[in-house]
């Protein structure tokens, strides 16, 4: 299983992102998938999560509002639409695959990774 991010880049404070991650390898329909974000003074945070199987959603509270996950399932990519960006969103972010769980902000859930792509909010 192989997930491939892209979408990051740097943005000026109010500006907006799209990243998207790409899922090959992986066959079932109906899988959790999870952004997160990590920084040198903070551990993984999970920030959105989506149940491709239904299209539930679930987001932290730092970007409730601001940010959200879908989901294009013919390709099986997950996408984060990130608006109203802070320089506190920066981070390199990362999506993830959960096969054992239906919804979860906890990195341990998840099996699959994906490399990081970085934002930077200035």
């Known amino acids: 299983v192989q997930l491939v991010e892209s979408g990051g880049g740097s943005v000026q404070t109010g500006g907006s992102l799209r990243l998207s991650c790409a899922v090959f390898?992986?066959?079932?329909?109906?899988?959790?998938m999870g952004w997160f974000r990590q920084t040198p003074a903070k551990e993984r945070e999970g920030i959105a999560h989506?149940?491709?199987?239904?299209?539930?959603?679930y987001y932290a509270t730092s970007v409730k509002g601001r940010f959200t996950i879908s989901q294009d399932r013919p390709k099986t990519t997950v996408y984060l639409q990130m608006n109203s960006l802070k320089p506190e969103d920066s981070g390199i972010y990362y999506c993830?695959?959960?096969?054992?769980?239906?919804?979860?902000?906890?990195?341990?859930?998840?099996?699959?990774w994906g490399q990081g792509t970085q934002v930077t909010v200035s």
């Open positions: 993830a695959v959960g096969t054992y769980v239906v919804g979860s902000l906890e990195a341990d859930d998840y099996n699959y």
């Open positions: 989506i149940y491709t199987g239904g299209g539930s959603q």
């Open positions: 390898g992986y066959t079932r329909s109906r899988v959790l």
